[in-house]
């Protein structure tokens, strides 16, 4: 079998991964646990989790995992799913034009009536994300932000202040990073760039070099562009994964330098070549990772 790793996740001190169209629980003594099959389009998976489910995006389908069994959501309201979050009780997920939640009560049903939109800009939505308690869709050109106010119907509300004229590219093109959003995007008209959001801003951190290599890109390449964090040693890491490399900001040096630090990473040894780490996770006082060319789970070092 030549599946590759589409994610990696830890939840209650136990460590997931998603290798082809594989659920595998991966033990300390490093054996594998396989679980029933997910959908497999070769695109990296989300994961999201309450208190007694994991959530798996995958495929444009959305699974549990509750204890040792997997179960799929069959309910045809929720639609295809590009993205998972959950937010006070809730699993609610995208199908770029809508955020969908669930049932309170009972996360395998949905009720159409509750449907929430972005509808600052006719932007799609890429991505949801959850920052200090609030829904973020990340949408093309826009960032709109949605708090909790319960009611009949959708029970997040838009705050209207707090939105951002800046959006993400791409489905993995932005993360939770240092408190904040950082995401690879534009607003319309605009060349896309590395930026930080929060309070209704953005601040670029990328530099004219980092801008240079963004412009190399197609719109549909930078689509592919996967973005993680990482806090190791006391510096604040994100990736940025492009096919033939992976620049990393350093937040930690930056705040100090007063200036973008950013370097390179690739797995060639004399050219740049698609570094093959991906889909960072901290278990077992670790930090581990997949590996783009293996099924391989990897513990990293210096």
Known sequence: ???????????????????????????????????????????????????????????????????????????LALGPVLDVVFLDGYFLTTDGDFIIATELGNPLSVNPLKYGSSEIDPDQIKRLLINRNELYAINRHTIEVFTNTGGSFFPFSRLNGAHIQRGAIGRWSACVFMEALAFVGSGRGEPPAVYIGENAQT??????????????YNEEQLETF??????????????????????????????VMQEPVWFFLTS????????????????????????????????LTT
Not at 17 to 27: N, R
Not at 50 to 58: E, G, H, K, Q, T
Not at 203 to 216: M, N, P, V
Not at 273 to 286: D, I
């Open 226 to 255: 996967y973005v993680e964090p990482r806090t190791v040693d006391g510096h604040r890491f994100l990736y940025i994964h492009l096919p033939d490399r992976t620049m990393v900001y350093d937040g930690a040096a930056s705040a």
């Open 268 to 299: 060639g040894l004399e050219e740049f070549s698609q570094y093959r780490a991906r889909y960072f996770a901290w278990w077992q006082n670790m930090w581990v990772c997949g590996d783009l060319k293996s099924r391989n789970i990897n513990k």
């Open 1 to 75: 079998d030549d599946a590759k790793i589409r994610g990696v996740v830890t939840w209650l001190g136990r460590l997931f991964v998603v290798s082809g169209h594989l659920l595998i629980e991966i033990k300390e003594d490093g054996t594998q646990v396989p679980y029933f099959s997910v959908e497999d389009d070769g695109s990296p998976v989300t994961f999201a989790y309450s208190f007694d489910r994991l959530s798996i995006a995958s495929g444009k389908k959305l699974y549990y995992l509750s204890g040792d069994v997997l179960t799929e959501v069959s309910d």
């Open 203 to 216: 601040i670029k951190i990328s530099t004219r070099e980092i801008d240079q290599i963004l412009a190399t």
